[in-house]
């Protein structure tokens, strides 16, 4: 399995704050990598594919980077709605998902 | 617009076999998109189990691959999840999800989960 490692773990933020979380691949997943976004109680949500498509409908605020080992999502602005868990989720080999970041107050 | 809905025995007992369905509702399980299964919990968070295509074609996570089986009925529009010699361990939230035309393992549409819990 690719080993897929998110940081931070848990995030503070306030609304208009730009947030960035990193994902890291435990190998060369080339640019094979999605975001989801999950509030409680309900399934992910796609976000990115190809690590900085977006995904048709998702706010333009959200943008992704990154290829190889290293991936990062970005809120531009931090909206009321945005407070989630955040998950990234490598499919080069298999698929193998992150722990998560929660985005919280 | 393509909605799904899992189905299946919320409990089920330890040794036995795990049986989901997910109903494809709005749109074809013979369109050009692959089926999955993945399952969530608290402790190792989200996991793949597999993928079905409507010709029957399957991938599988290598680690579940010895007690995995998916399937299609396309004459019922749904696909379906068999998960042998469960365990404690395999008590999760289930999800079946939609992979996208382009790239099969991003899952653009996803259930709404069903909680199985492995117990006697």
């Known amino acids: 399995d690719i080993q897929m490692t998110q940081s931070p773990s848990t995030l503070s933020a306030s609304v208009g704050d730009r947030v960035t979380i990193t994902c890291r691949a435990g190998?060369?997943?080339?640019?094979?990598l999605a975001w989801y976004q999950q509030k409680p109680g309900k399934a992910p949500k796609l976000l990115i594919y190809?690590?900085?498509t977006l995904q048709i409908g998702v706010p333009s605020r959200f943008s992704g980077s990154g290829s190889g080992t290293e991936f990062t999502l970005t809120i531009s602005s931090l909206q009321p709605d945005d407070f989630a868990t955040y998950y990234c989720q490598q499919y080069d080999s298999s698929s193998t998902f992150g722990q998560g970041t929660k985005v919280e107050v | 617009q393509v909605q799904l809905q899992e189905s299946g025995p919320g409990l089920v007992k330890p040794s036995a076999t795990l049986s989901l369905t997910c109903a494809v509702s709005g749109g074809s399980i013979s369109s050009s998109n692959w089926w999955s299964w993945v399952r969530q919990t608290p402790e190792k968070g989200l996991e793949w189990i597999g993928e079905?295509?409507?010709?029957?074609?399957?991938n599988y996570n290598p680690s579940l691959k010895s007690r995995v089986t998916l399937s299609v009925d396309k004459s019922m529009n749904q696909f379906s999840l068999k998960l042998d010699s469960v365990t404690a361990a395999d008590t999760a939230l289930y999800y079946c999800?939609?992979?996208?035309?382009?790239?099969?393992?991003?899952?653009?549409?996803w259930g709404q989960g069903t909680l199985v819990t492995i117990s006697s």
């Open positions: 079905v295509y409507h010709t029957g074609s399957t």
């Open positions: 190998h060369n997943i080339r640019d094979w």
């Open positions: 190809r690590a900085s």
């Open positions: 999800a939609r992979g996208t035309t382009m790239i099969p393992l991003a899952f653009d549409c």
